[in-house]
């Protein structure tokens, strides 16, 4: 059995706080998990990818059309991974869309993106994850409302439910527990 899953992002959105606390709570299951990262200009807010294998893998990146699941933190990072989609694949995406800060670049509408999952036949869940992070405490939490969307969506039914998750980020300490624990449920229930 093996899982895949796509971690699209832009630089400076936990990324890799979000594939570090899943990797740790299937490594508590004693499952293997193999996670590594692919990017441009990430500190820059470039493109940032984050592959997250588990199970009978032997290779740290997803191979194209294998992912189980894509999770986009920013919406046009969705369109950028589709190269990893499949007719099974979940597509799990924040709703917000980072303008390009080039000049005469115009951004597609949420629409139009929606309009090209719709093209696709993927199943997707577009959620509003910055204001739900905003709700449960801080924006910077976006990360862990994309996380508890994924854990509702099924895709990781088989080998972690939300209580896994929710001890790893109350093991790592620091201020941020209480906010990241209130954005994970939100985004659980998000979906």
Same mark, same amino acid.
């Given at each position: 059995?093996?899982?895949?899953?796509?971690?699209?992002?832009?630089?400076?959105?936990?990324?890799?706080?979000?594939? %570090?606390?899943?990797? %740790?709570?299937? +490594?508590?299951?004693?499952?293997?998990?193999?996670?590594?990262?692919?990017?441009?200009? %990430?500190?820059?807010?470039?493109?940032?990818?984050?592959?997250?294998?588990?199970?009978?893998?032997?290779?740290?990146?997803?191979?194209?059309?294998? =992912?189980?699941?894509?999770?986009?933190?920013?919406?046009?990072?969705?369109?950028?991974?589709?190269?990893? =989609?499949?007719?099974?694949?979940?597509?799990?995406?924040? *709703?917000?869309?980072?303008?390009?800060?080039?000049?005469?670049?115009?951004?597609?509408?949420?629409?139009?993106?929606?309009?090209?999952?719709?093209?696709? *036949?993927?199943?997707?869940?577009?959620?509003?994850?910055?204001?739900?992070? +905003?709700?449960?405490?801080?924006? +910077?939490?976006?990360?862990?409302?994309? +996380?508890?969307?994924?854990?509702?969506?099924?895709?990781? %039914?088989?080998?972690?439910?939300?209580?896994?998750?929710?001890?790893?980020?109350?093991?790592?300490?620091?201020?941020?527990?209480?906010?990241?624990?209130?954005?994970?449920?939100?985004?659980?229930?998000?979906?």
């Amino acid at each position: 059995m093996s899982l895949n899953i796509v971690i699209a992002g832009v630089g400076g959105q936990g990324l890799l706080t979000f594939a %570090s606390i899943l990797a %740790s709570a299937v +490594l508590r299951r004693n499952i293997k998990v193999l996670v590594a990262e692919t990017h441009g200009l %990430s500190q820059r807010g470039g493109s940032v990818r984050v592959h997250v294998r588990i199970g009978d893998v032997d290779a740290p990146l997803v191979p194209r059309r294998l =992912a189980d699941a894509i999770v986009a933190l920013e919406l046009i990072e969705a369109i950028r991974s589709i190269e990893y =989609a499949n007719k099974n694949t979940v597509i799990v995406a924040n *709703k917000q869309i980072r303008r390009p800060p080039l000049p005469g670049v115009k951004a597609p509408s949420i629409d139009e993106v929606l309009n090209m999952f719709r093209e696709f *036949k993927l199943k997707n869940y577009i959620v509003d994850a910055e204001e739900i992070a +905003l709700k449960a405490g801080s924006s +910077l939490s976006t990360n862990m409302v994309m +996380l508890g969307a994924l854990l509702k969506t099924g895709v990781l %039914s088989k080998l972690l439910d939300i209580q896994d998750v929710e001890e790893v980020i109350k093991s790592m300490g620091g201020p941020w527990i209480e906010v990241n624990l209130r954005a994970l449920r939100k985004g659980y229930e998000a979906i």
